[in-house]
T-cell receptor
Framework: GNSVTQMEGPVTLSEEAFLTINCTYT??????LFWYVQYPGEGLQLLLKATKADDKGSNKGFEATYRKETTSFHLEKGSVQVSDSAVYFCALKDSGGSNYKLTFGKGTLLTVNP | KAGVTQTPRYLIKTRGQQVTLSCSPISGHRSVSWYQQTPGQGLQFLFEYFSETQRNKGNFPGRFSGRQFSNSRSEMNVSTLELGDSALYLC????????????FGQGTRLTVV
């Protein structure tokens, strides 16, 4: 079956530091890949997505590139802010059959200190 | 454009009771999915409905059920509550085709005592 593995953290950075959160996946088909962010007490917000190999998703300074050869979708940001403190989830949705569900990683807690 | 609305936001129930949670999707979205979020198990898929039909179901006991109405609003029901059912229940809506993203509500925090 499908699965997502991401570094669980927690990750603690100083403001303006570089961020990488690793995400690798296992899927039977050609999935779409997503990063969601969850702020305290909130639901999940879509951060970015990529639907095919070599696609780069980007939003709010965050980027992730769909790497089929390494089955990875690592999240990066060049300069984090205190407001980026949240839990980040990598997820996939399979492209085949009738599987319309999202499969999530365990989440990575990011804390950014001023 | 209104987002996904889940009601209630917080709920406290006693073991053995049943509970119904509600989700109103974004206007025009025909797919509604439900997820359970717990610290130990993370985000787990419960079920997905499209045009009133359940298309996918996760690995949960039969105490967990759901339905979708003709206006795409969805409810999920949990009967004979157990302490382990305490969780954040998240609803997501989408257009329902394979590459469209899901938009989540703020969730219902269920506490079973």
């Amino acid at each position: 079956g499908n699965s997502v593995t991401q570094m669980e953290g927690p990750v603690t950075l100083s403001e303006e530091a570089f961020l990488t959160i690793n995400c690798t996946y296992t899927a039977t088909g050609y999935p779409s890949l997503f990063w969601y962010v969850q702020y305290p007490g909130e639901g999940l917000q879509l951060l970015l997505k990529a639907t095919k190999a070599d696609d780069k998703g980007s939003n709010k300074g965050f980027e992730a590139t769909y790497r089929k050869e390494t089955t990875s979708f690592h999240l990066e940001k060049g300069s984090v802010q205190v407001s980026d403190s949240a839990v980040y989830f990598c997820a996939l949705k399979d492209s085949g059959g009738s599987n319309y569900k999202l499969t999530f990683g365990k989440g990575t807690l990011l804390t950014v200190n001023p | 454009k209104a987002g996904v609305t889940q009601t209630p936001r917080y709920l406290i129930k006693t073991r053995g009771q049943q509970v119904t949670l509600s989700c109103s999707p974004i206007s025009g979205h025909r797919s509604v999915s439900w997820y359970q979020q717990t610290p130990g198990q993370g985000l787990q898929f419960l079920f997905e409905y499209f045009s009133e039909t359940q298309r996918n179901k996760g690995n949960f006991p039969g105490r967990f059920s759901g339905r979708q109405f003709s206006n795409s609003r969805s409810e999920m029901n949990v009967s004979t509550l157990e302490l382990g059912d305490s969780a954040l229940y998240l609803c997501a809506s989408s257009f329902g085709t394979l590459n469209t993203e899901a938009f989540f509500g703020q969730g219902t925090r269920l506490t079973v005592v």
